[in-house]
């Protein structure tokens, strides 16, 4: 049995970001994920400056691509309008696997299948084990599912469904779009460029809305391809999207139990006004192994509930 000081289950932005902090002040941990690193991981890629202030990084430092995004091109309903602005692009392919490194912590490919506990030490799988225990598994992190579910089950009414596809495309627009309610969806689609000659386009709404009119994600995925084409946006390209499902920001999840913490995807921290989720990861994982560390309790009342705020005073968090 290999023991730790803390087990982190998953290596996405909340997993790191809680290592990076607890290897920094001299604590034994490891990550365990499904997955080698890099991996895919679905996701528009899109991060605010808050995000690179939690990660005390300046873009000029980040060694992969990252774009600067300096206004959203926003069709609600048909107006259209451009929002000045300070927001970025990155490849979550290679944002994770740099943010994972950086953290020190040590690593092991291993799907978490059975969590116990042992008098004070949680197991994992009978093969790891460590006095704290931290769910940075996305949603459907057995953290979760087996340590908190029970007690703290989620609010179905915040699951989104989204589709998506990340692409080589020799792009000739750099402007990032964004469609609110088009075509009635209940949710918004984007076109994300990238810094080095990538776009990502998908597509999110809320599943009890979709279902309560009888639609299906996928008839709005088309109606989103076809747009892209019509606007030239992206031409010639067949399509191959990718479905995930996530929750928005739940009112009353606690995030603690005994010595187990739950952060990021696992605790459904998403923005409740679109679906942000990078940097509610990064700040829950960082609060979490603050918490770790002083003794003092895990709360989530800091993270933002809201992306707009962001969006309009994104100077605050100048880096
Ligand atoms: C299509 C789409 C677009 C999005 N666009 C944006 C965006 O532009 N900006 C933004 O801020 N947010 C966006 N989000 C949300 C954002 O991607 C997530 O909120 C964010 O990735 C959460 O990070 P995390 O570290 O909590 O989880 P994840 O990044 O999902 O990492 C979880 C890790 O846990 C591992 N894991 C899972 N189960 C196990 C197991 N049993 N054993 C071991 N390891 C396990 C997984 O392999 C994974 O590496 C988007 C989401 C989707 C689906």
């Not at 696997?97 to 004070?120: C, N, P, T």
């Amino acid at each position: 049995m290999k023991t730790y000081d803390v087990i982190i289950v998953g290596g996405g932005p909340a997993g790191s970001s809680c290592a990076y902090e607890l290897v920094r002040h001299g604590k034994r941990v490891l990550v365990v994920d499904r997955h080698e690193f890099p991996r895919l991981k679905l996701c528009a890629g899109w991060i605010t400056p808050r995000v690179l202030h939690l990660l005390k990084l300046h873009p000029e430092d980040y060694p992969h691509s990252i774009l600067r995004l300096n206004r959203l091109h926003f069709n609600v309903k048909g107006r259209k309008f451009a929002l000045p602005t300070r927001q970025y692009s990155i490849r979550r392919y290679e944002f994770d696997h740099w943010l994972l490194q950086r953290s020190r912590a040590a690593f092991e490919k291993h799907a978490v299948r059975h969590i116990q506990k042992d008098g004070r030490y949680y197991v994992l799988d009978d093969e790891f084990a460590a006095p704290v225990l931290v769910g940075a598994g996305g949603t459907n992190c057995p953290v979760y599912h087996q340590v908190f579910a029970k007690q703290f089950p989620r609010n179905e009414n915040d699951r989104i469904a989204t589709f998506e596809e990340e692409f080589p495309y020799d792009y000739h627009d750099d402007r990032c779009y964004l469609w609110f309610f088009e075509n009635d969806l209940p949710g918004y689609s984007w076109y994300v460029p990238k810094g080095n000659g990538y776009v990502n386009v998908g597509i999110g709404a809320k599943i009890r809305l979709l279902k309560e009119r009888g639609e299906r994600l996928r008839d709005h995925w088309h109606h989103l391809t076809q747009r892209l084409e019509a606007e030239g946006l992206i031409r010639n390209h067949s399509f191959q999207d990718k479905g995930h499902q996530y929750f928005l920001r739940q009112p009353i999840l606690r995030p603690q139990r005994d010595n187990a913490y739950l952060i990021g995807d696992a605790a459904g921290l998403a923005t409740i006004d679109m679906g942000e989720g990078i940097g509610p990861a990064i700040h829950s994982g960082l609060l979490a192994a603050q918490s770790i560390l002083s003794g003092k309790p895990y709360t989530l009342k800091p993270i933002a509930r809201y992306s707009a705020w962001d969006l309009l005073f994104w100077w605050r968090w100048r880096v």
